[in-house]
């Protein structure tokens, strides 16, 4: 089971306090959702957008279309169109570390990481299924992170395991 509070607290900076306190349904229902994937009969790229939509339309109807939250620090902030995409793909790990480490789970993370280029499958890759991998491929994985996406982004987990394991 994927806790709200789990949500919450990955959606947080992205949203503020705030906002995720008057919108608790909203975190309730990604929590579902994302727990009722079902690896064989479901698509990553249609849960990540279904996430990407309820997101976006939260978010739109709470602010009146303005699209501009109070962050925790009191900055506000207005959210753009591919904020919400982050949001989502940050979303899916909370999925992926719920999976579990076999073979066909990593194909499937492998595979949507090379059509979607999300961080968070190729973040499951680096860290949840590295047993199933070649120290090389892992090292691979280490390079695209850090060339393809924004340091803010890899720099909290990145080096949590020792390279070269």
Not at 25 to 32: H, I, S
Not at 64 to 83: H, K, P, Y
Not at 135 to 147: A, D, G, K, M
């Amino acid at each position: 089971m994927i806790a709200p509070e789990k949500v919450v607290e990955t959606l947080r900076p992205w949203l503020g306090s705030s906002f995720l306190a008057r919108s608790g349904k909203l975190c309730e229902r990604a929590a579902f959702t994302l727990f009722s994937f079902q690896p064989r009969r479901d698509a990553l790229a249609r849960l990540a957008q279904a996430l990407d939509n309820a997101l976006f339309m939260a978010v739109r109807e709470d602010t009146g279309g303005r699209m501009a939250l109070e962050m925790d620090n009191g900055q506000l902030i207005r959210l753009r169109i591919s904020d919400f995409s982050l949001m989502a793909d940050e979303l899916l790990y909370l999925l992926f570390q719920l999976l579990p480490r076999d073979p066909s789970n990593q194909a499937m993370i492998r595979e949507y990481s090379m059509r979607s280029g999300s961080l968070s499958a190729l973040r499951a890759l680096y860290l949840l299924f590295r047993d199933l991998q070649t120290p090389e491929e892992t090292e691979t994985l280490r390079r695209v992170i850090t060339s393809c996406h924004d340091h803010w982004r890899y720099k909290p987990w990145i080096d949590t395991l020792p390279q070269g394991e």
